[in-house]
């Protein structure tokens, strides 16, 4: 059908003419305002459409400008507020060694480097030392060890780099180095008042038999170390304290650990001469012997060798010059 007013072509079902606004029904009234609405709405409704459609993108793009400037702006906070953890940095080793000698009572550690776990290399010059939890006064670059004995000791360091505090520890083994002589008593030829004094009271004699009559030697224990000490014991001269007595030892007996440092747990002959600074040669009774400077004989014993390998518990005696002994037995015979 066609609109009674401009006679433009409508639906059967229109109620108003979409280019004029004029009602289908020409009885019905209409006012202007709604007339001139629909015309617009016919008119325009390209543009319109177009319009609503580029406010809804221009909202769009603002909400998400929005959201992301308030998500930038969070991170922000966040970071502010949260920092990045620090990579802590520790000590991974220190080049301190399994064991130490200390000389003349000193203990050296130095030089001394710490391994970082960074990859990082320190040399210490400045650290303190805590030797089983109590601490030590370096003094010229050593450490005082008087008071410390051979054996493993926990050794803790502390130092500081860049205001950070770090430290390690470590067991160690310490040992005092001394003079393989130093330990050697050399108590034949002394009297037994002379060696009380030194050394302590002696311990009570044991007669014994020599060849067939009641002559002897008279075994005496020394307090101060496992030494077995000897004196020239006849009839007429047997005492029962040899602490106070003018006769003189003869002859003392002990293991090798009793009479002298730096014994190795096994050891050849030939390592132990070397030791010892001796010619060791076998003896007819069996093990080695040789003569010292003061012509004095020392022997040492078979009963800890295993093939041509001693222990430091190998048995070892001492005994006088041989022109001292031949005047022994004739003062006792």
């Not at 006679?7 to 009885?27: I, L």
């Not at 083994?173 to 302590?200: C, F, N, Q, R, S």
Request: charge should be negative; glycine fraction near 8%.
């Amino acid at each position: 059908m066609y609109c009674n007013q401009c006679g433009h072509e409508m639906k059967d079902t229109a109620n108003f003419c979409k280019k004029c606004g004029a009602p289908v029904d020409p009885t019905e009234e209409i006012s202007e305002r709604k007339r001139k609405c629909v015309r617009f709405l016919y008119l325009y409704k390209t543009r319109i459409l177009i319009c609503l459609i580029a406010a809804l993108l221009l909202c769009g793009a603002a909400i998400g400008a929005l959201a992301l400037t308030r998500g930038m702006s969070g991170d922000k906070d966040e970071k502010t507020e949260k920092p990045a953890a620090a990579i802590v940095k520790t000590v991974k080793s220190v080049d301190l060694k399994d064991s130490y000698k200390m000389e003349d009572n000193r203990l050296v550690l130095d030089p001394l480097h710490a391994q970082y776990s960074d990859g990082t290399v320190q040399e210490l010059l400045d650290y303190d030392v805590f030797i089983d939890t109590q601490q030590c006064e370096i003094v010229e670059n050593a450490i005082n060890a008087e008071e410390l004995y051979d054996g493993k000791h926990l050794v803790r360091l502390e130092w500081k780099q860049d205001a950070d505090l770090f430290e390690y520890e470590k067991t160690v083994e310490l040992e005092h180095k001394k003079d393989t002589w130093e330990k050697y008593p050399d108590l034949v030829g002394m009297t037994g008042k002379a060696i009380a004094k030194e050394y302590g009271e002696l311990g009570s004699p044991e007669f014994g038999d020599f060849h067939e009559g009641d002559w002897g030697y008279a075994y005496v224990e020394l307090s101060a170390r496992s030494l077995k000490l000897c004196f020239p014991a006849g009839l007429i001269n047997r005492t029962e304290d040899y602490s106070g007595s003018d006769e003189t030892c003869i002859e003392v007996s002990g293991t090798l650990e009793d009479f002298f440092y730096n014994m190795e747990d096994e050891m050849s002959r030939e390592r132990l001469a070397e030791i010892l600074n001796l010619n060791l040669y076998d003896c007819e009774e069996g093990g080695c012997m040789d003569t010292l400077n003061s012509g004095k004989r020392m022997y040492i014993g078979v009963g800890e060798v295993t093939d041509g390998v001693y222990t430091p518990d190998t048995t070892i005696r001492v005994t006088v010059s041989e022109s001292e002994e031949q005047k022994i037995w004739e003062r006792i015979f």
